[in-house]
């Protein structure tokens, strides 16, 4: 599967902003799905996860109440809201695609998008 995501820009503190994912090849409902981030300087680390059918979903402590990950499994797109943006949420974020099921370790995920990068300004 091909993974490619957008969406991310400039934007103040306090502000949202919505990325996207878009999957082609293999049946994208196949895989769970996730969202990763990358600050620089740092590790990539696990954002939020959803199942299959969507249903059920994971996120870091750090983003709870504030970032929402969803799936329209009828058109292939994976997504991420993000409200209340903090300028500690700057980084590159990548979607990742994975067999297995619903995991936050780098290492379960197989396909991956090529990040897009989102900065937050005090």
């Known amino acids: 599967v091909q993974l490619q995501a957008s969406g991310g820009g400039l934007v103040q503190a306090g502000g949202s902003l919505r990325l996207s994912c878009a999957a082609s090849?293999?049946?994208?409902?196949?895989?769970?799905m996730g969202w990763f981030r990358q600050a620089p300087g740092k590790e990539r680390e696990f954002v939020a996860v959803?199942?299959?059918?969507?249903?059920?979903?994971s996120s870091a402590d750090s983003v709870k109440g504030r970032f929402t990950i969803s799936r329209d499994n009828a058109k292939n797109t994976l997504y991420l809201q993000m409200n209340s943006l903090k300028p500690e949420d700057t980084a590159v974020y990548y979607c990742?695609?994975?067999?297995?099921?619903?995991?936050?370790?780098?290492?379960?995920?197989?396909?991956w998008g090529q990040g897009t990068l989102v900065t937050v300004s005090s």
């Open positions: 090849g293999r049946t994208f409902s196949s895989y769970a």
């Open positions: 990742a695609a994975g067999r297995y099921g619903m995991d936050t370790q780098i290492s379960a995920y197989d396909y």
């Open positions: 959803i199942s299959r059918g969507g249903g059920v979903t």
